[in-house]
């Protein structure tokens, strides 16, 4: 990929505001239950886009550091969260979150990590963090099976993504928590997660994604062929997008 991952999300705040999926509660039920850990923490959240999982954060106590390099990402969650005390917006980078050493209980990542290198930020994130050293990774998998609507939807984006297949497939995952977490040293959890999207919210949710056009020639045909597939699949004027919740769970101090 060419451009800068940094930056891939710049024009798109507003449809990943309006249209990206949150995370299950669930997901902090199991870190409880894995890691020990007992809020409220002071919690890093790298890679925290528009805020998404830091208001889950938020929402369960604990205080947050939202790290994010994107400058327009970063002021729409200090829009959104800045009133509560307990959140704390950091221009910063995975590799290079500029918190302080050893002040933090955990460190978070919710669809974030895939753009992350994972041996630089295996080292900083060892620098932040106070034993025992528990790091979270996150992602809302969409499934692309299971439903009529699902698999014309990811054809639908194979054809109309620039760099859509590249990105699906910019990392092994296995090898880069092996880099990330050590060998081995991490544990899978799944839970189910979705969407129901009326044509607006559907539109929004295509435009959130970095690959997809939203400007130029192609916009406009690619705006038609999505209002005839959401005509063809919709219940009640709505499409269900499902995902997989992947939590990934380990200790870097230790």
Do not use: C
């Not at 790091?135 to 760099?163: C, H, I, K, M, Y």
Request: glycine share 10%; aromatic share 10%.
């Amino acid at each position: 990929m060419t451009r800068d991952p940094t930056e891939r999300f710049s024009d798109r705040v507003d449809s990943y505001v309006r249209a990206r999926p949150g995370y299950p509660a669930g997901v902090l039920d199991i870190l409880e239950e894995v890691s020990g850990l007992t809020g409220p923490l002071p919690v890093a959240d790298v890679g925290s886009g528009t805020g998404i999982f830091s208001r889950l954060l938020l929402d369960q106590g604990h205080t947050v550091y939202a790290v994010e390099p994107n400058a327009p990402m970063r002021q729409q969650a200090e829009a959104s969260l800045g009133g509560n005390p307990r959140f704390h917006s950091v221009p910063g980078r995975a590799e290079a979150t500029t918190l302080a050493a050893g002040s933090l209980d955990l460190a978070a990542a919710a669809q974030a990590f895939h753009w992350f290198e994972p041996a630089a930020t295996r080292s900083e994130w060892r620098r932040i963090l106070r034993p025992p050293g528990w790091a979270l990774l996150v992602w809302n998998e969409r499934l692309t099976t299971g439903s009529p609507f699902l698999e014309a939807f990811e054809r639908f984006l194979g054809q109309w993504g620039s760099d859509y297949h590249e990105v699906r497939t910019a990392w092994v995952r296995g090898e880069n928590l092996d880099v990330f977490f050590g060998e081995g040293a991490w544990s899978e959890h799944r839970l189910p997660n979705g969407q129901l999207l009326d044509l607006e919210g559907l539109i929004a949710r295509v435009a959130s994604s970095s690959y997809m056009p939203n400007a130029g020639p192609r916009l406009a045909p690619m705006l038609g062929d999505l209002e005839r597939l959401f005509d063809e699949h919709q219940r009640d004027g709505k499409v269900a997008l499902d995902y997989e919740t992947r939590i990934y769970l380990g200790r870097l101090l230790g």
